[in-house]
């Protein structure tokens, strides 16, 4: 499969407290993308990393690349009950012609308690 | 600036029935892309059309099809549905299809009950 792989597939947390999700890949990528899904709704970009990037930073965001290990990680810190969502990794693979598109995995499904 | 708009929202249809889903895009996008989110599968790519052209397509059966019009808004088709069709179906945009670090701008999607 060419999709990434998100762990956990759930995860529950306090308010207050970081939310660590992971995903792993099999093959080579252009860039990693992270979204995140409420309830049944659309999905909204968070952050970007390209693959000669290690680590980008958007606010309350953390993400990690290891392109050597196949692995990216999410780091949300200071998690409030808004962050209560589905969140998945996107990759950015060649599809010819110069072009790249997205293929998603399953996500995680963070639930964050008040 | 408007999003991306989907229509309908919801749809009910029965087996062997036609659906119809529209997408329209931010305005300056020429890049359509669909994808189908079954329950407990992810996001699965069904469909891109850039510039009126469809350029690449998932694994789905021919049943699924598609077009993008002049004003770069789009049209999903699913012929003679099943059960399995059932799912929500998310459109989304870029501004090309072709830049390496492009985002994607979604839609809330049209949720298809088969029944």
């Known amino acids: 499969s060419q999709q990434g792989e998100e762990d956990p597939q759930a995860l529950s947390i306090q308010e207050g407290e970081n939310a660590t999700m992971n995903c792993s890949y099999k093959t080579s990528i252009n860039n990693l993308q992270w979204y995140r899904q409420n309830s049944g709704r659309g999905l909204v970009h968070l952050i970007l990393?390209?693959?000669?990037?290690r680590e980008k930073h958007s606010g309350r965001l953390r993400v990690t690349l290891d392109t050597s290990k196949k692995s990216s990680s999410l780091l949300i810190t200071a998690s409030r009950a808004a962050d209560t969502a589905s969140y998945f990794c996107?990759?950015?693979?060649?599809?010819?012609?110069?072009?790249?598109?997205?293929?998603f995995g399953k996500g995680t499904k963070l639930s964050v308690i008040p | 600036e408007a999003g991306v708009t989907q229509s309908p929202t919801h749809l009910i249809k029965t087996r062997g029935q036609q659906a119809t889903l529209r997408c329209s895009p931010i305005?300056?996008?020429?890049?359509v892309y669909w994808y189908q989110q079954a329950l407990g599968l992810g996001l699965q790519f069904l469909l891109w059309y850039d510039e009126g052209e469809e350029r690449n397509r998932g694994n789905f059966p021919p049943r699924f099809s598609g077009r993008q019009f002049p004003n770069y808004s789009s049209e999903l088709n699913v012929n003679a549905l099943e059960l399995e069709d059932s799912a929500l179906y998310l459109c989304a945009s870029s501004q090309t299809g072709t830049a390496t670090n492009e985002k994607l701008f979604f839609g809330s999607g049209t949720q298809l009950s088969v029944l």
């Open positions: 990393i390209r693959s000669n990037e």
């Open positions: 996107a990759l950015a693979l060649p599809s010819g012609a110069g072009s790249y598109q997205l293929t």
């Open positions: 305005s300056g996008h020429t890049s």
